[in-house]
């Protein structure tokens, strides 16, 4: 284990809700990045978050929201969910921005 | 466009046998190269990580190698275990941006 852990393991939703997840990070790391990786691909970067500011953003639209608390935990929100938002979502925790990434099991959402 | 691509795209083989996984990526400047296991609805596990002055590194029965001009890594498993079933995953760090790109993965599947 990788001491990276995400809530909710499985989550189903329809389309347009809006959806929270979340990810606590290994001790003393803090940078939280997000990924999604849909059925059969590679994961896709999505943001990541280094001492509570965003750092960088993948190809995602605005409605892909996110933050970092004080205990370098994050959260990723999306908003107005489509069917193709179905996915596996990983977060990854690093004591650095440059530095090994540890997965967490990752959220698995479906949106019908 | 800084791209990672992996072959085959999945493989079965016997318990017991030995097989090699690919990854050409087009990544540059490069930074580092990692492989990561992933099993099913899992968070990925890096296996090894390869910056760019190293050719060859072992873990157990997983033997990582790089050629950096020619932009190629491959990964060796011996001796397949049931348990080596899973994606894996060749990520590369861009030297420039600092962002992992991933590959689509090779699905292998040991069989007994």
């Known amino acids: 284990e990788t001491g990276v852990t995400q809530s909710p393991t499985h989550l189903i939703k329809t389309r347009g809700q809006q959806v929270t997840l979340r990810c606590s990070s290994q001790s003393g790391h803090n940078t939280v990045s997000w990924y999604q990786q849909a059925l059969g691909q590679g994961p896709q970067f999505i943001f990541q978050y280094y001492r509570e500011e965003e750092n960088g953003r993948g190809n995602f639209p605005p409605r892909f929201s996110g933050l970092q608390f004080p205990n370098y935990s994050s959260e990723l929100n999306v908003n107005a969910l489509e069917l193709d938002d179905s996915a596996l979502y990983l977060c990854a925790s690093s004591l650095d921005v440059r530095e090994t990434q540890y997965f967490g099991p990752g959220t698995r959402l479906l949106v019908l | 466009k800084n791209q990672v691509e992996q072959s085959p795209q999945s493989l079965i083989i016997l318990e017991g046998k030995n097989c090699t996984l690919q990854c050409n990526y087009t990544v540059s400047p490069f930074s580092n190269l990692r492989w990561y296991k992933q099993d099913t609805g899992r968070g990925p596990v890096s296996l090894t990580i390869?910056?760019?002055?190293?050719n060859t590194k072992s873990n157990g029965r997983y033997t990582a190698t790089l050629d950096a001009d020619t932009k190629q890594s491959s990964l060796h498993i011996t001796a397949s275990q049931l348990s080596d079933s899973a994606s894996y995953i060749c990520v590369v760090r861009s030297g420039a941006t600092n962002k992992l790109i991933f590959g689509t993965g090779t699905l292998l599947a040991v069989q007994p």
């Open positions: 390869m910056t760019f002055s190293e």
